[in-house]
Nanobody, 121 residues
Framework: VEQVESGDGLVQAGGSLRLSCVGS????????VGWYRQTPGKERELVAV???????TYADSVKGRFTISRDDAKNNVPLQMNSLKPEDTGVYHC????????????????WGQGVQVTVSS
């Protein structure tokens, strides 16, 4: 199952965006899906994970502002982003993830194009 991200945009600080991650097929068999953020000069950061066996988890940098959910009927794992900050700017990718030894890791090598989120100050 390949994932396609959408919802890119330019917003002012304090604004909101909703990103979508739609699978090319059924995602019901995928236990965990994460949203990553790639910023130039920095390592790719896992910002949110929804896992059928655990509560959603968030990076400290987005906790309280971002909400990840899933809609298996629509094969979609949206990411609601509120109270956006300029430091949230980056390319966002969704990806099935695997849980191992207390951490999540990408389950695939295919990252797709992702979506560009730009937050102006």
């Amino acid at each position: 199952v390949e994932q396609v991200e959408s919802g890119d945009g330019l917003v002012q600080a304090g604004g909101s965006l909703r990103l979508s991650c739609v699978g090319s097929g059924s995602i019901s068999s995928i236990n965990a899906v994460g949203w990553y953020r790639q910023t130039p000069g920095k390592e790719r950061e896992l910002v949110a994970v929804i896992d059928s066996g655990r509560s959603p988890t968030y990076a400290d940098s987005v906790k309280g502002r971002f909400t990840i959910s899933r809609d298996d009927a629509k094969n979609n794992v949206p990411l609601q982003m509120n109270s956006l900050k300029p430091e949230d700017t980056g390319v966002y990718h969704c990806m099935p993830v695997l849980y191992y030894d207390g951490s999540y890791y990408p389950a695939d090598d295919y990252w797709g194009q992702g979506v560009q989120v730009t937050v102006s100050s």
